[in-house]
């Protein structure tokens, strides 16, 4: 079972930031925080991933709270090919398989 | 470079029928993985290579479902005697891997299996 709760959908302007929020209270300290999104009939793709410290890289930032029980991935300028689903993973990445449990994410509409 | 990719983009079969998918994952890739992808849903996880280390096959939904990989190459998934509840796209993923970490997965365009 997934161990995230996002909200199933969300709208943004185009230009202005999107703030997707993510909640995994149950994250244990080996696990990661990963997000992945799905543009429409294609492959899920990787943003970006954080432990506990914030996370910035030329697609997106990662906001992880203090107690690591919530985090928010921040797009600055959404464009409308930002248009997706965006799915908040947490993973451990020792020992085992690590396949990646996905939720059902949430669909983001960025509108003209 | 190339990515991950996966054959045949499309396939149609009849209920009954076996099919073979086909992946061939980034070169240099240790890890590869197999998720399926109904209608409107989130992917379930099927199954897992790692190198020469056992593979995770917790995630097939029966014993129809299986699959290979021939050293850190090409992987197929086999699905024998196609039920409709099999029409899904089926996602390939690869990824590096290295000792105690391990890094983004790739994934392919996925082939979209429907059975009539």
């Known amino acids: 079972d997934a161990k995230t709760t996002q909200p199933p959908s969300m709208d943004c302007a185009e230009g202005r930031a999107a703030n997707l929020p993510c909640n995994h209270s149950t994250i244990s300290g080996n696990e990661y925080v990963y997000w992945y999104r799905q543009i429409h009939s294609q492959g899920p793709q990787y943003i970006i991933h954080?432990?506990?410290n914030n996370e910035t890289n030329e697609m997106a930032s990662l906001i992880i709270t203090e107690d690591r029980k919530s985090s928010t991935l921040i797009l600055p300028h959404a464009t409308l090919r930002d248009t997706a689903v965006y799915y908040c993973i947490v993973r451990t990445t020792q020992g085992g398989s690590e396949k990646l449990v996905f939720g059902k994410g949430t669909k983001l509409t960025v509108n003209p | 470079g190339a990515g991950v990719s996966q054959s045949p983009s499309n396939k149609v079969t009849e209920k009954g029928k076996d099919v073979e998918l086909r992946c061939d994952p980034i070169s240099g890739h240790t890890a590869l993985y197999w998720y399926r992808q109904r209608l409107g849903q989130g992917l379930e996880f099927l199954i897992y290579f790692q190198g020469n280390s056992a593979p995770d096959k917790s995630g097939l939904p029966s014993d129809r479902f299986s699959a290979e990989r021939t050293g850190e190459s090409v992987s197929t998934l086999t699905i024998q005697r196609t039920q409709q509840e099999d029409s899904a796209v089926y996602l390939c993923a690869s990824s590096l891997r290295s000792g105690a970490n391990s890094y983004e997965q790739y994934f392919g365009p996925g082939t979209r299996l429907t059975v009539t």
């Open positions: 954080g432990l506990k």
